[in-house]
């Protein structure tokens, strides 16, 4: 499994761990992050916010991600982030959501952005159990209002891939993924250079909702 590979599936791991899922695959690829428990670590009737996670005091309307996750980002900033102008590659996760990737082959940089709709836990599904899991784990300021979290399943020095998990609604959440080009690899702290392409998906959302 090459790195590319890797990186995809780790980002899509990340994901189903906030939903509390086990046996879900990116694109038939079977993740290599840690795997959680076979039931999600707070009871399923329990409301939002909740294990820890902060309440979303300026929602955006729940409309903006009605669409698909390839239109988050427009094609200046793809260029910007990945260094090309590329079309999105769109897919699905089974009971979380969309998600699209966009892949620089020729550098093997990567960035994916994925809509979490369901089961409805907004970031409290992250905190619940992507945090217990994840070596590197920070809040960050928020992001245009919108509370964030940074991490990461690689605690090394400058880790190649790196994720943040932007809450939209206390019941939506917006995971955004960047692994970095091989030129990189190594050199560049992927979890300083996500927050940047996360800062640009939520512009993209608020453009949408004439905010």
Known sequence: ??????????????????????????????????????????????????????????????????????EALTPQQVQ???????????????GIGPQCTWTNKQTSAQMGVSFTTEPGDGLSGDYANTRP?????????????????????????????CAVAIGITDALSVDVTVALSLQKSGKVDACTVVPLTANDVVTTLKQKAGS
């Not at 920070?138 to 880790?159: C, F, H, M, T, W």
């Open 1 to 70: 499994m090459d790195h590319r590979t890797v990186v995809t599936a780790v980002a899509a791991a990340a994901i189903l761990l906030a939903a509390g899922c086990t046996d879900q695959k990116a694109g038939g690829t079977p993740s290599p992050a840690p795997q959680p428990s076979a039931s999600p670590s707070v009871p399923a009737t329990q409301k939002p916010p909740f294990a820890g996670a902060p309440k979303v005091t300026n929602p955006l309307p729940s409309s903006v991600l009605s669409g698909s996750p390839c």
């Open 80 to 94: 910007v982030n990945i260094g090309v102008s590329v079309a999105g590659k769109p897919d699905n996760l089974p």
């Open 133 to 161: 899991k994840m070596p590197v784990w920070k809040e960050l300021p928020p992001i245009q209002g919108l509370p964030a979290v940074v991490y990461s399943d690689n605690s090394k020095p400058n880790p190649d891939f």
